[in-house]
C-alpha cells in the first residue's frame, strides 16, 4: 500500500538537510515560480526539482496517484482558462498568430498555447517541490523548522500532526474499504466507475467517525501532558545547520536572484518570443 504523503525514511543527502533548509528552500522556489512566467527558468527550476526527487530516491509508486490527480485538475484548469480567457495570451504578448480560426473569439493560437504552456510548467515545476519536501522531511523535523522560522510551537507541532495523520486516515479508509468489500460491496475495478464512486462515498461516514475518535485520543493525551503550559519547548528531532544546508540556502538564493534578473531583461514577468 502506498504511503500517499507520508515521510518515507531514507539516508539521501535530500533526507539529512535540515527541516528549516527544505522548509525555506521550498518557500522560495515556489514564490518564485508563482511571480515568474519565463519559460526558461520555469524548465529550469522543473528539472532541478526532478533531480532533486531523484536524489531523494521518490519512486513513482509513492506519488503516483497524487500526481494523477494534480494531472488531471491542472488539465481541467487549462481548459477553463481557454473556456473563459482564449485570447488572454494574445492581449498579454502584444501579437496573433492563429493556427484554427474557430467561431468568435475561440481560435487557437500560438500566443495562448504558450500562455498556457507556462501555466502547466509551475505546476510541474512546484509540485516535485512539494514531493521532495513533504516525503523527505520528518514530521518532527518539520514543526521544529517552522518554530525555528518565528511561528509559534503550538501552531508548529498542530502541523507536524496532521502530516502525521495523513498516513493514519489512507490507512483507515483502506480498511474500512476492505470491510465494505468483505460485505459484498463491489468496489473494484471490475464494477462501473459510477457505482465505485458511489460506493467509496459510503465510506465518508465512518471514517469520520473514526477520525473524531482519533482526534479525541490525541487531544485527551497532549492535555494529560500539559501540553502548552509553556511558552517555549525542546523538540526531540531538531536538526542543526551544516555545510551542505548553506550551500543548498545559498544555491536557493541565486536561484531567486537570476529569476529577479530575468525581470529586468523581459523588462516584466513575462518572457515574450513573438516580438
Same mark, same amino acid.
Given at each position: 500500500?502506498?504511503?500517499?504523503?507520508?515521510? =518515507?525514511? %531514507?539516508?539521501?543527502?535530500?533526507?539529512?538537510?535540515?527541516?528549516?533548509? !527544505?522548509?525555506?528552500?521550498?518557500?522560495?522556489?515556489?514564490? &518564485?515560480?508563482?511571480?515568474?512566467?519565463?519559460?526558461?527558468?520555469?524548465?529550469?527550476?522543473?528539472?532541478?526539482?526532478?533531480?532533486?526527487?531523484?536524489?531523494?530516491?521518490?519512486?513513482? !509508486?509513492?506519488?503516483?496517484?497524487?500526481?494523477?490527480?494534480?494531472?488531471? @485538475?491542472?488539465?481541467?484548469?487549462?481548459?477553463?482558462?481557454?473556456?473563459?480567457?482564449?485570447?488572454?495570451?494574445? +492581449?498579454?504578448?502584444?501579437? !496573433?498568430?492563429?493556427?484554427? /480560426?474557430? *467561431?468568435?473569439?475561440?481560435?487557437?493560437?500560438?500566443?495562448?498555447?504558450?500562455?498556457?504552456?507556462?501555466?502547466?510548467? %509551475?505546476?510541474?515545476?512546484?509540485?516535485?517541490?512539494?514531493?521532495?519536501?513533504?516525503?523527505?522531511?520528518?514530521?518532527?523535523?518539520?514543526?521544529?523548522?517552522?518554530?525555528? &522560522?518565528?511561528?509559534?510551537? !503550538?501552531?508548529?507541532?498542530?502541523?507536524?500532526?496532521?502530516?502525521?495523520?495523513?498516513?493514519?486516515? /489512507?490507512?483507515?479508509? @483502506?480498511?474500512?474499504? /476492505?470491510?465494505?468489500?468483505?460485505?459484498? &460491496?463491489?468496489?473494484?475495478?471490475?464494477?462501473?466507475?459510477? *457505482?465505485?464512486?458511489?460506493?467509496?462515498?459510503?465510506?465518508?461516514?465512518?471514517?469520520?467517525?473514526?477520525?473524531?475518535?482519533?482526534?479525541?485520543?490525541?487531544? /485527551?493525551?497532549?492535555?494529560?501532558?500539559?501540553? +502548552?503550559?509553556? %511558552?517555549?519547548?525542546?523538540?526531540?528531532?531538531?536538526?542543526?545547520?551544516?555545510?551542505?544546508?548553506?550551500?543548498? &540556502?545559498?544555491?536557493?538564493?541565486?536561484?531567486?536572484?537570476? +529569476? =529577479?534578473?530575468? @525581470?529586468?531583461?523581459?523588462? +516584466?514577468?513575462?518572457?515574450?518570443?513573438?516580438?
Amino acid at each position: 500500500m502506498n504511503n500517499t504523503l507520508g515521510f =518515507i525514511k %531514507k539516508d539521501t543527502p535530500i533526507h539529512r538537510l535540515a527541516g528549516t533548509t !527544505k522548509l525555506l528552500a521550498f518557500i522560495l522556489l515556489s514564490i &518564485i515560480v508563482m511571480i515568474s512566467y519565463d519559460t526558461r527558468f520555469l524548465i529550469l527550476v522543473m528539472i532541478l526539482s526532478l533531480v532533486a526527487m531523484k536524489v531523494s530516491q521518490i519512486q513513482w !509508486k509513492d506519488v503516483s496517484f497524487l500526481v494523477k490527480i494534480v494531472a488531471i @485538475f491542472s488539465i481541467l484548469n487549462l481548459l477553463a482558462i481557454y473556456l473563459f480567457e482564449p485570447e488572454y495570451g494574445v +492581449g498579454l504578448y502584444g501579437s !496573433k498568430t492563429v493556427i484554427w /480560426q474557430g *467561431k468568435g473569439r475561440y481560435s487557437l493560437t500560438y500566443e495562448q498555447i504558450f500562455y498556457e504552456f507556462n501555466v502547466g510548467l %509551475k505546476y510541474f515545476s512546484t509540485i516535485p517541490l512539494a514531493l521532495c519536501f513533504i516525503l523527505a522531511t520528518d514530521p518532527s523535523e518539520f514543526s521544529s523548522s517552522l518554530n525555528r &522560522i518565528g511561528l509559534s510551537y !503550538k501552531i508548529s507541532y498542530s502541523v507536524a500532526l496532521a502530516l502525521r495523520y495523513i498516513p493514519d486516515i /489512507q490507512n483507515s479508509y @483502506f480498511e474500512i474499504r /476492505q470491510a465494505s468489500q468483505a460485505r459484498g &460491496i463491489e468496489m473494484s475495478k471490475k464494477t462501473s466507475f459510477i *457505482k465505485r464512486v458511489k460506493s467509496s462515498a459510503g465510506i465518508v461516514i465512518p471514517l469520520i467517525f473514526d477520525s473524531l475518535d482519533r482526534i479525541e485520543t490525541i487531544s /485527551q493525551a497532549m492535555e494529560l501532558r500539559r501540553f +502548552g503550559k509553556n %511558552k517555549s519547548r525542546t523538540w526531540y528531532r531538531y536538526r542543526p545547520f551544516e555545510k551542505n544546508d548553506f550551500i543548498i &540556502i545559498g544555491l536557493v538564493l541565486l536561484l531567486c536572484a537570476f +529569476g =529577479i534578473f530575468l @525581470f529586468k531583461i523581459n523588462s +516584466g514577468r513575462f518572457y515574450n518570443p513573438f516580438i
